[in-house]
């Protein structure tokens, strides 16, 4: 079976940036995901669309297929004393939010000085090539719950969200 729209589509992959870090790499039992309902970043869909199980792939996926490109508009600089505990906040720290639009976001705290922070609104891996190197571990149809939920299941039909 090849991934196509409603296949859940299981593969191992480990992630690295350009610099050869390892970013994120699938567990033991593969990482599974609905193929078509845009779970996962475009480029690696797209690279994956028309593949069985048993393919082993190597991608380098540019930040328009991934996270996107990095908005400068997305740095905003705001008072320390809106923080609930200042002295704790240190440059690197990422918290979660929801953007306007009801989306969850990371903001991450670039710079910290005396009374103002800067903090970044961008996806922690915008402008980010991402290298995929990769095995599809299984291809199989969704079932009908799965595409009315637009995420995959585990095989024990148990929710991942
Ligand atoms: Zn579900």
């Known amino acids: 079976m090849q991934a196509a729209n409603n296949t859940v589509v299981t593969i191992n992959y480990m992630l690295t940036d350009d610099q050869g870090n390892i970013l994120d790499r699938s567990t033991e039992n593969g990482f599974a995901y609905l193929h078509g309902a845009h779970d996962i970043i475009p480029g690696l869909e797209n690279a994956l669309t028309g593949r069985s199980a048993g393919a082993e792939l190597k991608l380098s996926i540019p930040p328009e297929e991934a996270y996107g490109t990095r908005d400068e508009k997305l740095t905003q600089v705001v008072a320390l004393d809106a923080f609930d505990s200042p002295e704790k906040v240190e440059p690197g720290q990422q918290f979660h939010a929801q953007s306007e639009s009801g989306k ?52 024990n039909h148990t929710h991942h969200h």
């Open 104 to 155: 969850p976001i990371v903001i991450t705290v670039a710079a910290v000085n005396s009374n103002e922070i800067t903090i970044d609104c961008n996806h922690p891996l915008a402008g980010e090539t991402l290298n995929f190197d990769l095995t599809i571990l299984d291809v199989r149809p969704a079932t009908e719950e799965e595409i009315a939920h637009g995420h995959a299941h585990d095989a």
